[in-house]
Nanobody, 124 residues
Framework: QVRLVESGGGSVQAGGSLTLSCASSGFAVSTSCIAWFRHAAGKERVAVARLLASVGFTWYSDSVKGRVAISRDNAKNTAYLRIDSLKPEDTAMYFC?????????????????WGQGTQVTVSS
């Protein structure tokens, strides 16, 4: 059974950093497409980072490029998203998702499994 559990969100001041975790079971983070999405109030859920480690693929959205890093720990079967230089516009619920086959797609509809989300709130 595929399961993803996010943690690590919180309330931080602008300029701070957070590392979000996505503890996974039922599949291997080393060979599956892992993506982090965020959903801000009144906006669409959008991808901010994608990783398919088996082919060396990583991708970041322009809104976070240079400030985030997606990674995974195969031994813990956990994916991470570190966000530096946090801005108030980073405030959102952050979700990890996995796509077990096919390309590491951009669209949320392509991902069949999701965690429950972790809230990130950035104050100015």
């Amino acid at each position: 059974q595929v399961r993803l559990v996010e943690s690590g969100g919180g309330s931080v001041q602008a300029g701070g950093s957070l590392t979000l975790s996505c503890a996974s079971s039922g599949f291997a983070v080393s060979t599956s497409c892992i993506a982090w999405f965020r959903h801000a109030a009144g906006k669409e859920r959008v991808a901010v980072a994608r990783l398919l480690a088996s082919v060396g693929f990583t991708w970041y959205s322009d809104s976070v490029k240079g400030r985030v890093a997606i990674s995974r720990d195969n031994a813990k079967n956990t994916a991470y998203l570190r966000i530096d230089s946090l801005k108030p516009e980073d405030t959102a619920m952050y979700f990890c998702a996995v796509r077990l086959s096919g390309t590491c797609a951009l669209a949320a509809a392509s991902y069949g499994y999701w965690g429950q989300g972790t809230q990130v709130t950035v104050s100015s």
